[in-house]
């Protein structure tokens, strides 16, 4: 999953930059109002950590412009400012959860597990697909119960086509799903990443099969029903 951490602060946005990539996740950095705006237009994420007080304005605006586009992306509000009438405002506008710093970077990790359980209009909780489960929340992979353990990017892979299953993804959308802006990503990253991926799905006998679509991108689908 794709997260975005909007913090002027660059000690803590290390961090939590760091604390997250640690857990599997992909983390794009931005510093203010306007690098926000823009990264928010280029990236569906799957959830954005929000300050409030940024160099170039109030991050609530950052808030506030999503939902008014209708977009439900998932907005933990991390910030130093602790009035409860804030709180109420900020909440009421939009964010799904508010976190006053100084916070434990375990309970935030906690906070943002529990707000990508929480069902979305595109990734359910858990997914699941021939002898394998994926806990969307914790990027937790079991097959036939067993839990097993991918490389990050692999997973991020498998993730985007297990929400799609069955249907056609994308190069581009896999790229985005599984490279920051900070990656230089090489032509046939995601190719490598998915005959590696399909490799050891065939080695855990997981039952499912990845067809590429030459030119298109590539589909996920239980052995039998591709």
Same mark, same amino acid.
């Given at each position: 999953?794709?997260?975005?951490v909007?913090?002027? /602060?660059?000690r803590l946005?290390?961090?939590?930059?760091?604390?997250?990539? #640690?857990?599997?996740?992909?983390?794009?950095r931005?510093?203010?109002?306007?690098?926000?705006?823009?990264?928010?237009?280029m990236?569906?994420?799957? %959830?954005? =950590?929000?300050? =409030?007080s940024?160099?170039? !304005?109030?991050?609530?605006d950052v %808030?506030?412009? $999503?939902?008014?586009?209708?977009?439900?992306?998932?907005?933990?509000?991390?910030?130093? @400012?602790?009035?409860?009438?804030?709180?109420?405002?900020?909440? /009421?506008?939009?964010?799904?959860?508010?976190l006053? #710093?100084p916070?434990?970077?375990?309970?935030? $990790?906690?906070?943002?597990?529990?707000?990508?359980?929480?069902?979305?209009?595109?990734v359910?909780?858990?997914?699941?697909?021939?002898?394998?489960?994926?806990?969307?929340?914790?990027?937790t $992979?079991?097959?036939?119960g067993?839990?097993?353990?991918?490389?990050?990017?692999? =997973?991020?892979? =498998? *993730?985007s $086509?297990?929400?799609?299953?069955?249907?056609?993804?994308?190069?581009? #959308? %896999?790229?985005?799903?599984?490279?920051?802006?900070? /990656?230089?990503?090489?032509?046939n990253?995601?190719?490598?990443s998915?005959?590696? *991926?399909?490799?050891?799905?065939? &080695? *855990?006998?997981a039952?499912v099969?990845?067809?590429?679509? @030459?030119? %298109? &991108?590539?589909?996920?689908?239980?052995? !039998?029903?591709?």
């Amino acid at each position: 999953m794709r997260l975005l951490v909007v913090e002027d /602060n660059q000690r803590l946005a290390t961090l939590m930059s760091t604390l997250l990539a #640690k857990h599997m996740f992909t983390v794009d950095r931005v510093a203010t109002v306007d690098e926000a705006s823009v990264a928010v237009e280029m990236v569906d994420y799957d %959830l954005i =950590l929000l300050d =409030l007080s940024l160099p170039d !304005g109030d991050g609530g605006d950052v %808030l506030r412009s $999503l939902r008014r586009a209708g977009r439900g992306t998932r907005i933990l509000v991390a910030t130093a @400012r602790s009035d409860v009438t804030q709180r109420i405002e900020t909440l /009421n506008d939009g964010a799904d959860d508010y976190l006053v #710093k100084p916070f434990s970077l375990d309970e935030l $990790l906690a906070r943002i597990r529990a707000l990508l359980r929480r069902p979305s209009e595109t990734v359910r909780p858990v997914l699941s697909a021939g002898r394998m489960t994926l806990d969307t929340s914790s990027l937790t $992979l079991r097959v036939d119960g067993q839990i097993t353990q991918l490389p990050r990017r692999e =997973l991020e892979v =498998l *993730l985007s $086509l297990l929400s799609h299953q069955g249907q056609l993804v994308s190069r581009r #959308k %896999l790229e985005a799903a599984v490279y920051s802006f900070d /990656n230089d990503v090489t032509p046939n990253a995601i190719e490598a990443s998915i005959s590696r *991926l399909r490799r050891r799905l065939d &080695g *855990l006998d997981a039952a499912v099969t990845i067809t590429s679509m @030459r030119g %298109l &991108g590539y589909i996920l689908a239980e052995r !039998g029903s591709a």
